[in-house]
């Protein structure tokens, strides 16, 4: 799913990436292997220096990450599902600065885990540093401010889809 957009290139919106769909260029190599000038000069040359910096990064979700608009940030799962983890918290209270975390929930697909206030809570911050891809919902606005200021400091995956 990566690989076929163009969106996290700077100028290409959703429009345009529809029109290359629309005229044959369904992925990044498309793209590149066309042979004559899709844009104009300039912009094809842009993309280009995009596409190839894409490739290069390939495998670095956070460069994808920091590149995506939010809303297109479900491109990123299938490429990096084998590094997902789901996560949900529940709170003492909606403020991050007077409420505390009771409970993190982490589930991979496989494995449950559960990181309990008192109990052992400060674990997680262990368990979530092996996955590159976190999903949450409402995560942004959430989950991750309270996990932010419960655990300073804390290096959270790079990539995270907020359905």
């Known amino acids: 799913m990566l690989e076929q957009t163009f969106i996290h290139i700077p100028g290409v919106g959703p429009k345009t990436e529809q029109t290359l769909w629309n005229r044959g260029i369904h992925s990044w190599l498309d793209f590149l292997d066309c042979p004559e000038p899709f844009f104009s000069h300039a912009k094809d040359r842009l993309i280009n220096e995009h596409l190839e910096a894409s490739l290069a990064h390939r495998?670095?979700?956070?460069?994808?990450?920091e590149r995506l608009p939010a809303g297109e940030k479900w491109r990123l799962f299938d490429d990096f599902k084998d590094r997902v983890v789901y996560l949900d918290i529940e709170t003492s209270g909606y403020d991050p600065w007077d409420s505390d975390i009771t409970v993190i929930g982490l589930y991979d697909g496989t494995r449950v885990q559960t990181f309990v206030n008192g109990k052992n809570l400060d674990a997680f911050e262990?368990?979530?540093?092996d996955y590159d891809l976190v999903v949450t919902f409402n995560g942004a606005c959430f989950d991750l401010p309270f996990i932010k200021r419960s655990f300073p400091g804390?290096?959270?995956?790079?990539?995270h889809i907020d359905l």
Not at 59 to 65: A, M, P, V
Request: hydrophobic letters at 40%.
């Open 59 to 65: 495998q670095d979700i956070g460069y994808f990450d």
């Open 126 to 129: 262990t368990a979530v540093a």
């Open 154 to 159: 804390i290096s959270l995956p790079e990539g």
